[in-house]
C-alpha cells in the first residue's frame, strides 16, 4: 500500500493522541477537514488504523507483575501449535504472544496481580497444554521503555 507524506503525518499525529479532533488534525498536517477526514477513513477502511484505543496506566489499577515467558514445545507441529494459539488468544493474563524461531518456540508478555495469580496462569494455560515441554519466566523489574508507536518510514 502506497502512503504519500500526508498519509504518514495523519497516522503520526493519530498515533500521539488518538483523540485530536479532526479540525485540530487538519490543522497540523496543512489539509482542510473535509480532506483530512476522508483520508482518515480511507486508512480505517483499508486496516491501516484498525483500532483506537486509550492507554491505560496499569499501575493506578493495583498491583502488577510483567513476565516475560519463553515457552518450548515437544513438536513443531501446526496442528498443536495452533490449539495453543487459541488458548493463549483467550487468556486475558496474555498481553503479547510471539511465535518465534530459535530454541523457543512462543514468547509471551503475561501482566498478573501477583506471584499467586502468576500460579493459577501457569496451572490453566501453561501446563494443561498437551504439547508444552517446558518454559522460563523472566519477571520484569522495571519497564525500561514502553511505546505503541508503529515507525513510519519517510519514503
Known sequence: MFLDRLDKAILRQLQ?????SNLQLSQDIGLSP????KRVKRLENQGVINKR?????QSKLGP???MIVEVMMHEDNLVKNQQFIKAIQQCQQVHECYKVTGEV???LVVVVPDMPSYDIFCNKTLYSHA???Q???LIS???VKYDTCVHIPDN
Do not use: E, G, K
Open 16 to 20: 500521539a493522541d488518538a483523540s485530536v
Open 34 to 37: 473535509p480532506a483530512c477526514l
Open 53 to 57: 484505543v486509550a492507554l491505560i496506566d
Open 64 to 66: 502488577c507483575v510483567h
Open 105 to 107: 518456540d512462543f514468547v
Open 131 to 133: 504439547n508444552m515441554r
Open 135 to 137: 518454559f522460563r519466566t
Open 141 to 143: 523489574m522495571n519497564r
